[in-house]
T-cell receptor
Framework: RKEVEQDPGPFNVPEGATVAFNCTYS??????FFWYRQDCRKEPKLLMS???SGNEDGRFTAQLNRASQYISLLIRDSKLSDSATYLC????????????????FGQGTILTVHP | DTEVTQTPKHLVMGMTNKKSLKCEQH?????MYWYKQKAKKPPELMFV???????INESVPSRFSPECPNSSLLNLHLHALQPEDSALYLC???????????????FGQGTRLTVV
């Protein structure tokens, strides 16, 4: 089983649509969770961290379910500029539990928003 | 300022060449990373430096040799690479690798490497 799994899509939605991405992770010791966005031929950029209580940033809402080891991202009122690859990223400790430096990426979900 | 700077942006090298990729951050971050990204794939972790010490090596071939001269700099020395090593090499940094929180990483623009 992959450490972080995402539906690769692609998702092709019209402007104004609501779209949801899902992600699951396998390591129950994982502590930190993020959504990144990556545009074509660019570096990944942090979109938002994901907190246990759920969090919202404008049109973006992230949810975390630790019991199910499941993370989600909801984008409301999609814009053309939202077209990108969305990467689910999980931080988990090393084997000894002494360091949390290992960030693991899901395979990414491609979103295309069309007029 | 959440900036990680990588040089060069593009690099073409032969299989017998030796070259180095450079990465710099001035955010006071104590973890620095090298990732490799092939087209249409997610970034794959190569190395993690924590407080200037190598803490994670994801079984990377020895033709890739990382170096962390100080807390702001990270290098990746390349020697005898193969064409399949052609990829985007991304450097990243994060605040404190020993804490479970505040571990979000900030990425440089990457070096697009072509091995011929």
């Amino acid at each position: 089983r992959k450490e972080v799994e995402q539906d690769p899509g692609p998702f092709n939605v019209p402007e104004g649509a609501t779209v949801a991405f899902n992600c699951t992770y396998s390591n129950s010791a994982s502590q930190s969770f993020f959504w990144y966005r990556q545009d074509c031929r660019k570096e990944p950029k942090l979109l938002m961290s994901v907190y246990s209580s759920g969090n919202e940033d404008g049109r973006f809402t992230a949810q975390l379910n630790r019991a199910s080891q499941y993370i989600s991202l909801l984008i409301r009122d999609s814009k053309l500029s939202d077209s990108a690859t969305y990467l689910c990223v999980v931080n988990h400790p090393n084997a000894g539990g002494t360091s949390y430096g290992k960030l693991t990426f899901g395979q990414g979900t491609i979103l295309t928003v069309h007029p | 300022d959440t900036e990680v700077t990588q040089t060069p942006k593009h690099l073409v090298m032969g299989m017998t060449n030796k070259k180095s990729l450079k990465c710099e951050q001035h955010m006071g971050h104590r973890a620095m990373y090298w990732y490799k990204q092939k087209a249409k794939k997610p970034p794959e972790l190569m190395f993690v430096y924590s407080y200037e010490k190598l803490s994670i090596n994801e079984s990377v071939p020895s033709r890739f040799s990382p170096e962390c001269p100080n807390s702001s700099l990270l290098n990746l020395h390349l020697h005898a690479l193969q064409p399949e090593d052609s990829a985007l090499y991304l450097c990243a940094s994060s605040q404190d690798p020993d804490r479970a929180s505040n571990t979000e990483a900030f990425f440089g623009q990457g070096t697009r490497l072509t091995v011929v």
